[in-house]
Nanobody
C-alpha cells in the first residue's frame, strides 16, 4: 500500500517562502511521476506542478517562475519550493502519485494515491 505524507505547510507573509515535502512509502517511488495540487474550500482541486520519473517538470501558469518541484529518489521524497508567495496561494496542498495510464497531467483523476494535505496560509 502506498502512503504519502506531506509536511512543511504553515503561515507566512506575502513575499515569503515555504518548502513542502512529501514522503512516500510502498511502491516503487522512482518509477512514477509525482504531482502537487491545491484546494480552497468550495473550489475544485487545482493542479500546481508535476515531476516525471525522469525529473522533467511542468507547472501551472499561476506558479511558474515562483515554485520549483524536485524529487529525491533515494529518500522517496518530492518537494515543492514556493517563493514569492501571494495571498492567493493560500490553500491545502496535496501531493499525489501519477498513475501509469495516459491522461492529462493536470487532471486529478489520473493520480492514484494522495496525501492528507498540508495547509499553507499566506497573509497580506
Amino acid at each position: 500500500q502506498v502512503q504519502l505524507v506531506e509536511s512543511g505547510g504553515g503561515l507566512v507573509q506575502a513575499g515569503g517562502s515555504l518548502r513542502l515535502s512529501c514522503a512516500a512509502s510502498g511502491g516503487t517511488f522512482s518509477a512514477y511521476g509525482m504531482g502537487w495540487f491545491r484546494q480552497v474550500p468550495g473550489k475544485e482541486r487545482e493542479f500546481v506542478a508535476v515531476i516525471s520519473s525522469s525529473a522533467g517538470s511542468i507547472y501551472a501558469d499561476s506558479v511558474k517562475g515562483r515554485f520549483t518541484i524536485s524529487r529525491d529518489n533515494a529518500k522517496n521524497t518530492v518537494f515543492l519550493q514556493m517563493n514569492s508567495l501571494k495571498p492567493e496561494d493560500t490553500a491545502v496542498y496535496y501531493c499525489a502519485r501519477k498513475g501509469l495510464g495516459l491522461g492529462g497531467i493536470s487532471n486529478a483523476n489520473v493520480y492514484d494515491y494522495w496525501g492528507q494535505g498540508t495547509q499553507v496560509t499566506v497573509s497580506s
